[in-house]
Each structure stands twice: as C-alpha cells, then as structure tokens.
C-alpha cells in the first residue's frame, strides 16, 4: 500500500497533443516540484518526454511550482483532492481568496449538479453510435437548461466541450464550431496568461473556422493559440509545427483574397 501511495502521489498524468489523458509515468526529478494552483511553470509532453516550461518571469531564487491539479475545479474541490492524494492543504494565493468561485458554479445548482452528474458518467466512446448517443445527451441538457446555467459555469462549460468532440468525431464540422465559439470566454476566464489548455482550445477552434471557410476569424483565433503555444509548448513542438502550418495556409488564404 505504501508503495502505491508513492506512485500515486509522484507520477504525472501523460496526455496527447490535445492535452487528453493517455497515461500515467514516473519522473522523478519532476516530482521534486511543489504545488501552487497559480503555478510559474506548466507542464507539456512530446510522446512521452515531459518538458517543463516558465509561463511568467521568475526571479532568482524564486521556487518553480506547478499544477498537481485542474485549476478549473472549485477551490473547496481543488483542496478535497490535494489533501485525498497529496496529504496537504494549499495555502496559495487563489485558494485563500477563492477567484472566481462564484462564477464556476454561477447559475441555478439544481441544474448544475445534474449537469455535473452527466459529465462524470461520460466514459470515452469508441464507436460513432456510442458518439451519437453522448451527443444527443449533451444536447438534450444543453436544451433543457438553456437560461439556467451561464456558459462560464464549470460544469456547463465541460458539457460544450463533451458536445464539440462528439461533434468533430462525428464530422459534424459546423455545430462542432458552434460549441467550440462557446467555449472561447470561458476558457480565456479561467486560464488566463499563458496556459496550454486554452492554447489547445483555440487551435481546435481555429482549425474548424478554417474548415468553415471563415479565413479572417480563423487566422486571428490561430494567432492567439500561437502566441500561448510559443511559451507553453516551445517553438519545437510537433502541435506548434503543426498550428504554424495552418496558420501559413490561413495567410497566404488572405493573401489570395
């Protein structure tokens, strides 16, 4: 038991170039970084090489923290899981004020916990029926709680995310780009500066304006992902080269035009 509590607690969760879960590892020299949930540095993967990257400018002898947790949940949620796996209480800054609770879980709760229910039951599909059926139950709640729950509520905000990758997989390229738009405050909200989740959000985003023929808006939402991605991900990275190869078609698009 004490030898998976210690690996628990020290390995990191591996995710793909969207930022999905795809694994577990050890890196022990990693796990010598302390939490904050307003952390200097993020963390990155290429394959399954782990890069830490500063999203801030950090003084000397200034400590380098990291996220061991989303910093999307609530604060009551985010001490609950530290303390449940890492056997502490954080004491930072954003726990101490709470920011932006208030807007995490805005709305009618009623509607939010059965909202929130609904996205913990999703288990990752493996077939386009399977797909469907996550789709036409993300749009049912979408529906039904439609002036309830604001966009910027969590567990509102999980289920247009829910929608838009039913929707991508199953190309349905237009209302996946009407979930995805949705998305875009929220996330701005709530990963502010530089974070490799928004990042990701408005390359995806980007990509399906593209596909929409919507050049001008596409080119602008890729730009920003490209400024984000520069510093969360490196100049090196394969989903930068790859957000850097639709950005150039979106220019020379709008040289074209």
């Given at each position: 038991?004490?030898?998976?509590?210690?690996?628990?607690c020290?390995?990191?969760t591996?995710?793909?170039?969207?930022?999905?879960?795809?694994?577990?590892?050890?890196?022990?020299?990693?796990?010598?970084?302390?939490h904050?949930?307003?952390?200097?540095?993020?963390?990155?993967?290429e394959?399954?090489?782990?890069?830490?990257?500063?999203?801030?400018?950090?003084?000397?002898?200034?400590?380098?923290?990291?996220?061991?947790?989303?910093?999307?949940?609530?604060?009551?949620?985010?001490?609950?899981?530290?303390?449940?796996?890492?056997?502490?209480?954080?004491?930072?800054?954003?726990?101490?004020?709470?920011e932006?609770?208030?807007?995490?879980?805005?709305?009618?709760e009623?509607?939010?916990?059965?909202?929130?229910?609904?996205?913990?039951?999703?288990?990752?599909?493996?077939?386009?029926?399977?797909?469907?059926?996550?789709?036409?139950?993300?749009?049912n709640?979408?529906?039904?709680?439609?002036?309830?729950?604001?966009?910027?509520?969590?567990?509102?905000?999980?289920?247009?995310?829910?929608?838009?990758?039913?929707?991508?997989?199953?190309?349905?390229?237009?209302?996946?780009?009407?979930?995805?738009?949705?998305?875009?405050?929220?996330?701005?909200?709530?990963?502010?500066?530089?974070?490799?989740?928004?990042?990701?959000?408005?390359?995806?985003?980007?990509?399906?304006?593209?596909?929409q023929?919507?050049?001008?808006?596409?080119?602008?939402?890729?730009?920003?992902?490209y400024?984000?991605?520069?510093?969360?991900?490196?100049?090196?990275?394969?989903?930068?080269?790859?957000?850097?190869?639709?950005?150039?078609?979106?220019?020379?698009?709008m040289?074209?035009?």
């Amino acid at each position: 038991f004490s030898l998976f509590l210690q690996v628990t607690c020290n390995c990191f969760t591996i995710s793909n170039g969207e930022m999905q879960d795809v694994g577990v590892g050890l890196y022990p020299s990693m796990s010598l970084l302390n939490h904050s949930c307003d952390p200097n540095c993020v963390i990155v993967f290429e394959g399954y090489q782990l890069l830490l990257h500063s999203v801030r400018e950090i003084q000397i002898g200034e400590e380098l923290t990291i996220s061991y947790v989303e910093s999307l949940m609530p604060t009551r949620e985010r001490q609950k899981q530290l303390m449940r796996q890492y056997c502490f209480k954080c004491d930072c800054p954003l726990c101490q004020n709470q920011e932006k609770d208030a807007e995490k879980l805005a709305g009618e709760e009623r509607a939010w916990k059965e909202v929130k229910d609904a996205v913990n039951e999703v288990r990752y599909p493996k077939s386009k029926e399977e797909w469907k059926h996550v789709l036409a139950r993300c749009q049912n709640l979408l529906r039904s709680h439609k002036g309830h729950l604001p966009d910027t509520n969590i567990y509102q905000l999980k289920m247009l995310d829910c929608a838009m990758d039913a929707c991508i997989n199953l190309e349905s390229w237009e209302e996946a780009l009407y979930y995805g738009s949705r998305t875009l405050e929220p996330y701005r909200l709530y990963y502010p500066g530089f974070h490799p989740l928004r990042a990701v959000q408005l390359m995806r985003v980007g990509k399906l304006q593209y596909s929409q023929g919507m050049v001008p808006q596409a080119l602008e939402t890729l730009k920003q992902a490209y400024n984000i991605m520069k510093v969360t991900h490196g100049t090196d990275h394969s989903l930068m080269k790859a957000l850097m190869e639709i950005k150039e078609e979106c220019e020379a698009m709008m040289r074209i035009r």
